[in-house]
């Protein structure tokens, strides 16, 4: 399987997934929502950060049949496709709190802190995956993590601002 490795990430997904839609107070379905979507984008983000990791054991995924993504389609694709799940899902989580939440302030913060993930990938990343894995990794998921805690910060806002 494709992500055989990262199954783990799938099976967290889809707890998360379940357990965020059930009901857990009497308002009408919105904050579920809302946690459901940026749950299924954040996890796409997390599946990306994963994949991270599959490029310094190519060989070994080689030699044992395991089918991670650089495996599969290359270094070259395969660090495109990577970095493509990171900043295309945190871009449309921005887009989200913007003008699904009607939360700009929050959408621009989350935008303003891809921007050194970004210079990360590129001055690490995509010039040596294999190599620079860690140094790409050190320099760029705190501010994910910031955006997450951005993103946390604006459904409370939001929540506070209709009565939630």
């Given amino acids: 399987m494709l992500f055989q490795k990262n199954a783990h990430f799938l099976l967290l997904f889809l707890h998360f997934l379940f ?33 991270v990791n599959d490029f310094k054991s190519i060989e070994g995924d080689r030699a044992m ?4 993504l650089p495996v599969e389609f290359g270094v070259d694709v395969a660090k495109w496709i990577t970095v493509g799940t ?11 709190l913007a003008f699904g939440l009607e939360e700009p302030v929050y959408g621009a913060v989350l935008l303003a802190l ?4 970004v210079y990360a990938q ?3 990343f ?4 294999i190599k620079n894995d860690v140094a790409y990794q050190a320099r760029a ?16 806002h939001h929540n506070a601002a209709i009565g939630l």
């Fill in 19 to 51: 357990f965020s839609s059930l009901p857990t107070h009497p308002q009408p379905n919105q904050k579920n929502r809302e946690i459901t979507i940026l749950t299924m984008l954040y996890s796409i983000a997390g599946l990306g950060i994963a994949i």
């Fill in 86 to 96: 990171i900043d295309v899902t945190q871009v449309a989580v921005a887009a989200y």
């Fill in 141 to 156: 998921q705190p501010f994910l993590v910031f955006g997450l805690l951005a993103t946390g910060l604006a459904i409370g």
């Fill in 122 to 124: 590129f001055a690490f």
């Fill in 114 to 117: 891809i921007l050194p993930q």
């Fill in 65 to 68: 049949g395991l089918r991670s």
């Fill in 126 to 129: 995509l010039k040596d995956p």
